[in-house]
């Protein structure tokens, strides 16, 4: 898969502003790891730009990674204490976004297999997704019984389990 910088090269594109955004960002560790116990930190390559000065400051070493969610999924599967994961706040807005869906969803009389019915819709095509991100930033969902049931009927339709990012041709080992 193409980075961005590799596509702006691929193809004409004219630049006509820039545009200076904060981001925030979280050090994640498997849980009980203390702060001196670290050594290395995984992320993808801008994220450890962008925390360059803490990198430094804390003498950590720099591992980059494909993306973020690989990173954060990487310390998760290791368990090991002497290494973390850079990776955006993500979490925190999935987290925000399921909480204000969840009771939407379970006080509605018209949500059935599908949050519209018994039928997939637009909204089943915009809420799979974000499961399967929070998925990836292992995310907690006990919390969203029915989106996690809606989410299960979606997969049980070969267009939607067809569209997992793991069933691309392009995907990342």
């Known amino acids: 898969m193409l980075e961005t ?7 004409r594109a004219l630049v006509v502003a820039e545009v200076a955004l904060q981001v925030d960002h979280c050090l994640l560790a498997v849980p009980g790891t203390r702060r001196d116990q670290l050594k290395r930190v995984l992320s993808h390559p801008q994220a450890l730009a962008q925390c360059e000065a803490f990198i430094v400051r804390e003498h950590l ?3 980059p990674a494909y993306d973020t969610a690989g990173a954060a999924k990487q310390i998760q599967q290791e368990g090991r204490n002497d290494q973390a994961a850079i990776a955006a706040w993500y979490n925190h807005w999935i987290d925000s976004g399921f909480g204000a869906f969840e009771p939407l969803l379970a006080g509605d009389p018209r949500t059935g297999a599908f ?13 799979v ?27 049980k339709l070969d267009a939607f389990a067809a569209a997992l990012p793991e069933r691309q041709p392009d995907q990342e080992e």
């Open 61 to 63: 070493e720099p591992v």
């Open 129 to 155: 997704p974000q499961v399967v991100n929070a998925g990836r930033y292992n995310l907690e969902l006990a919390p969203y019984p029915t989106i996690v049931r809606i989410y299960e009927s979606c997969m």
């Open 115 to 127: 949050c519209h019915g018994d039928a997939p819709g637009l909204a089943d095509i915009a809420l």
């Open 5 to 11: 910088y590799d596509l702006l090269l691929e193809y």
